[in-house]
Structures are given as structure tokens and as C-alpha cells.
């Protein structure tokens, strides 16, 4: 799953509260070829966890255009927050879409004036994407980093960009159902020690 990178690859960039969820959760729909998190929305240079200013927690997602759209990730990202509600008290975790093309603003346009229709102020920040800041390594696919166990079957240089890695991290952190699991573990490439571990840790998440 790791060794052929479509051509139809294209970038999505959103900003959920705290991006180790949202990290989890695009990181396993079909389509999404690997996630990343970091900070984006801020004019402050180089941000780190600790020194964010005024940046967004964000998450990236590379997915593949010829079996999931923009449009339906959009709609994921609507779907899993309340664009209603008044904004968070700190920037940091604010609900985000930061468009990267034309054709991504024109999509996020119509969902926001359909959203509009509805009434009531929209307090999603809508803005292009300027920069990207991957943020520290201790961040990347965190949940799946609390499972040593399953870190050991990933090579460290290439794990940001693993969609195995991925698919698992949104696993563990209960996104998936065991029955999807059991449809594609063995494509994962995991050895047999590392299949029973990530079975044994959905069953009970979902159980």
C-alpha cells in the first residue's frame, strides 16, 4: 500500500480543534493516501507546539481524486463540527478550511453559501492556504505511537508518509469498524504478531 503513489493525487488542508483526531480520522477513509499535521492560518515564522502564535492546529490529507473528491471530504470536515458555534477561546484550535486552488475555493463557496441558506452566523474561518508547517514528530500519527507494539512494524524515516500507517493510527483511535479491519489487515503488509495485536485493540474498542 505504501510503494505506488497515484498521479491523481491532490491536497486537502483542514483545521478541526486539536489535530490528532482529525489526523486519525481522514487518515482512514478509502481515497486518502497519507495524512500529516501541523500549523497553518498564522503569519508567525516556523511555529512549533510551543511557540505556535497565531497559527491553527491542521491537518493535511493527500488523497487521490479518482476515488474520493474534495467535495466529499468537505463534507466530512462540515459533518464533524458545529459551524455555528462561537469560536474557540484560543485560535490554536479553531475550525478551519484553508483552500489551496481555485477550484477547492469555489467548492468551499458553495457549501458555505448552502450552509448560509440555513441561517444562522458561520464561524468557520475560510481562508487560502500560504504556508504549511509540519509540526514535531511526536505529533504525527499519535495514537498509533502509543502502541509500541505496532510502531515497531513501520520504518521511522517513511512513517508521516505511510498510508498503512495512516489506516492504522485512524484504527486505534476507534475510527473503523472491526469488520473493515478484518476486509484489509492483510493487505497492511504487518507481520502475523503485529495483525493480532491491532484485532485485539479494535475488538476492544468496539466491544
Known sequence: MNTKIPETIETATFGLGCFWSPDAQFGIIKGVVRTRVGYAGGTTANPTYHNIGNHIEAVEIDFDRSQISYTELLEIFWRSHNPRQSPSWSRQYMDAVFYRSESQKQCVELKLDREKANGGEIY????????????????????????????????????????????????????????????????????????????????????
Not at 473493515?180 to 475488538?203: P, Q
Request: hydrophobic share 35%; glycine share 8%; charged share 25%.
Open 124 to 207: 468557520t474561518l475560510i481562508q487560502p492556504l500560504t504556508e504549511f508547517y509540519w509540526a514535531e514528530d511526536y505529533h504525527q500519527k499519535y495514537y498509533l505511537r502509543q502502541e509500541p507494539e505496532l510502531m515497531q512494524e513501520f520504518d521511522r524515516t517513511q512513517f508521516v508518509n505511510s498510508t498503512v500507517a495512516a489506516r492504522v493510527n485512524g484504527y486505534v483511535a476507534g475510527f473503523g469498524s472491526f469488520s473493515n479491519l478484518k476486509g484489509e489487515i492483510r493487505d497492511f503488509g504487518l507481520s502475523a504478531a503485529g495483525c493480532e495485536k491491532l484485532e485485539k485493540i479494535v475488538s476492544r474498542i468496539r466491544h
